[in-house]
DNA sequence: TCGAAAATGAGAATCATTCTTGATCCAGCG
DNA sequence: CGCTGGATCAAGAATGATTCTCATTTTCGA
């Protein structure tokens, strides 16, 4: 991942008088490094129980309030994290229906603009005000094909 | 609601060696009259607790095996059912990001055209084989504009 | 009418997540 | 250098949605 990520975000948590530790960056790297969103089972498995569990859900929800995480609700219950679009950039996901993988995919500007202009007017008509969109592509992966 | 729907739902139930009971009934029809996606809680109390807590979980999960249901993934481990597209059409959703109410939304087709042109070629680039899709469109709702 | 399959209800059990409580760390200040 | 308060942490209890168990009841076709 790009440690100008990291830079971002400890500036981010400065600003509003909270500190980078040890477990933040940890969680902050691992999502960096993730092709996808991650819950806080794997983010435990992954960093090998360096954390306990009822801190990285404390640092997942920090992060989170700070705007520096995006939660991701999937399948069972499980809230999934990715890095927030400021520090990645916007995307969508391919969401596997089989095996339940999700990856993240970019979509070309031209269509995404299009995508906006057509967001905009159907929720106007409803009485709402967009503020962002998700699309989720299901289907299966090249895996389960 | 359509009587058709519950016509619609019965056969499919029965070609699978299953039956239309009460509960899945006031189920369908909760669901029918509903303009998003509703919780087993929230049906709990639409029904003023007729049904058992079980048992209604058993009946929304009988049903989405049965694909008359569509299962909806919100805030806090929340799961929404609403009808299953086959019955009610293809649509999409505008979730309300400080009250979580979660409606339905028709897209014009024209559009709906070219996002599935787009879907295709996104997700075929990836290895993926697309079968549905579902957009969210967040942001505030009248009330909590 | 009988028997097998399907369905039910009540409560226990599970699992992700949140809360509580008390200890610890750290930047800035005197 | 040592104090102080906010920020952080760890551990376990608590919560809340959902699933499971199991004994009982209902339903449908032969």
Do not use: K
Not at 14 to 21: P, V
Not at 74 to 96: M, S
């Amino acid at each position: 991942m790009q440690r100008n990520i990291l830079r971002q975000v400890e500036h981010r948590l400065r600003d509003r008088g909270l500190r980078l530790t040890d477990a933040r960056r940890a969680v902050v790297e691992r999502l960096g490094d993730a092709d996808g969103p991650r819950s806080a089972a794997e983010l435990s498995a992954d960093l090998d129980g360096e954390v306990p569990l009822s801190s990285l859900y404390r640092s997942l929800s920090v992060l989170e309030e700070a705007g520096v995480l995006a939660p991701h609700h999937g399948v069972r219950g499980l809230t999934r994290y990715e890095l927030a679009e400021w520090l990645v950039g916007h995307h969508h996901h391919l969401v596997c229906t089989h095996c339940g993988l999700v990856e993240d995919v970019p979509i070309p500007t031209d269509l995404e603009a299009r995508l906006d202009t057509l967001i905009g007017a159907v929720a106007g008509a409803a009485g709402f005000s967009p503020s962002d969109h998700a699309l989720e592509i299901e289907g299966r992966c090249e895996r389960c094909r």
